[in-house]
């Protein structure tokens, strides 16, 4: 190979490498735990997770789950007594004290939830399985024992076994109502389990964690398409970014300009009379 030949490659590599740092191209090689934002690679903040690579934004954690820090891949499930009725949550509350219903004098001190219970509700009198005197974890990777049953299964999942999908696109998903156990899902296109099953791993064992696009913040209309979730409109106070997620009008890079226009339609109400129309 010619010494003008070798001069000429590196000139493209330092030319690419350039590009690259000045922010006109990026390649997303972000790691699951972490997603694109600005060219640089961002930790899912707590209370939210980003489950697979190269992703260019974070999911809030799903109903009955939580994830107390930053950088996860997944969320944890709500261990036995305890639970949690809203999404994007860094810790799971404790059920209250519940009394016997056949002698309201005889009290437990906290009620009994099977994991990953997403309400106050599921909280019932009982002797057996014992709930859980906390339930935190200490990194993102690892969750604290959920003690029992599931509230999907009524039973422990490594019991269970998932089926296998025949149809292309399809993959086995954990039924979180009812009596549960497991169905085959349409991934691709599923609005509620889009680009893989939601959840943590403990409810869907080897299968590709996906997003509910119908929880994302702000959003209005929003589908999913090819696994990914496809907004086509925010809901008020919500403006759609460059990134296709919905923003904060408050708290985007669009405030400035948001602001501007509210005040500039403000000025026009008072112009006539001094008064507003």
Not at 35 to 42: G, I, K
Not at 59 to 83: I, L, R
Not at 86 to 104: G, I, L, M, R, S
Not at 162 to 171: E, L
Request: a positive charge; one cysteine or more; aromatic letters at 6%.
């Amino acid at each position: 190979m010619s010494s003008h030949s070798s001069f000429n490659k590196l000139i493209i590599r330092a030319c690419a490498i350039s590009i690259i740092l000045n922010g006109v191209s990026a390649v997303n090689n972000c790691q699951p735990g972490t997603y694109l934002s600005n060219n640089v690679c961002r930790s899912a903040d707590p209370g939210n997770y980003a489950p697979n690579a190269a992703m260019t934004t974070q999911y809030p954690c799903p109903k009955g789950t939580f994830q107390s820090k930053s950088g996860a891949a997944s969320c944890c499930p709500c261990c036995v007594g305890w639970y949690n009725p809203d999404t994007e949550q860094t810790h799971c509350q404790q059920c209250a004290n519940v009394a016997n219903p056949a002698n309201q004098n005889q009290m437990l001190q906290h009620g009994v939830s099977p994991a990953e219970a997403t309400a106050e509700a599921q909280c019932s009198y009982a002797t057996s399985p014992t709930p859980q005197s906390s339930c935190s974890n200490t990194s993102p990777s690892e969750c604290p024992a959920a003690g029992g049953p599931y509230a999907s299964f009524g039973m422990t999942k490594r019991s269970l076994s998932p089926m296998k999908c025949k149809r292309r696109g399809y993959q086995a998903c954990s039924v979180m109502t009812g009596r549960g156990g497991f169905e085959c899902v349409d991934v691709m296109n599923d609005l509620e389990s889009c680009g893989g099953c939601i959840g943590n791993p403990l409810t869907n064992p080897g299968s590709r964690l996906g997003v509910d696009c119908s929880a994302l913040p702000g959003v209005n209309d929003v589908r999913c398409v090819q696994g990914k979730c496809v907004i086509s409109s925010c809901s008020d106070g919500f403006q759609l970014s460059d990134k296709g997620t919905c923003e904060s009008r408050e708290s985007g890079p669009h405030r400035a300009q948001y602001m501007g226009h509210h005040r500039k339609r403000h000025h026009a109400k008072k112009a006539v009379g001094g008064h507003d129309l």
